[in-house]
């Protein structure tokens, strides 16, 4: 493992720690992209960060959820289907010295996870979504569509994409901001299952 070329966490308990990275061919979240998602979750959602079960999909280095965990969510699940992925995120957690109960790890798809790894009946309040660019939007639009019955009452959905993408339309989700820096487009969404 290596660790990941410029990317600390940006805030909170764990600021300056740098992300471990996986050995194998990925994009990471840029600095400036982290930096708008953190500042959009505190500066507009705080209290909703603040002890929140987290769902980090296609997790990679695991940035997204790294990034809330410092923040003060609470248990954040980390899934990637990637070996190098898992390992890179094993190490960072290894690094961060976080309590089991913080976090858990799932190697597999996004499609085949198991979603109730810590708690038979538990629900996600943020979930976070960064597939691969290139990923079809259809196949996002089912995989959302299939966390509807594992999200909390008005959880948060965070979806990273190619701003030359096509938006995703969603169904049970209200769009609720939007933040595009250079080719990445960030969308924030809040779940109408009430």
């Known amino acids: 493992m290596s660790l990941v070329p410029n990317v600390r966490i940006i805030q909170g308990q764990y600021k ?45 280095s695991g940035s997204y959820g790294f990034e809330l965990l410092s923040a003060g969510s609470g248990p954040v699940l980390f899934v990637d289907q990637a070996r190098s992925s898992v390992l890179a995120i094993k190490q960072t957690l290894k690094n961060l010295n976080c309590r089991g109960d913080q976090v858990f790890l799932e190697g597999s798809t996004a499609i085949q996870a198991n979603l109730r ?10 979930i976070t979504l960064d597939p691969p660019y290139g990923y079809e ?20 959905l965070v979806f990273e994409s190619a701003s030359r993408s096509e938006r995703v339309s969603l169904e049970d989700w209200d769009s609720i901001k939007t933040v595009q820096i250079g080719d990445t487009r960030l969308e924030f969404y809040i779940s109408q299952l009430a």
């Open 16 to 60: 300056g720690l740098r992300l471990d990275r996986p050995t194998h061919k990925f994009r990471p979240t840029m600095s400036r992209i982290r930096e708008a998602f953190i500042n959009v979750m505190l500066n507009n959602f705080g209290d909703m960060v603040i002890g929140s079960r987290v769902l980090d999909l296609f997790a990679g």
């Open 117 to 126: 790894t810590w708690r038979p009946k538990q629900t996600y309040d943020i």
């Open 137 to 156: 939007v259809s196949e996002s639009c089912k995989l959302i569509n299939r966390l509807s019955k594992h999200v909390s009452k008005k959880a948060m």
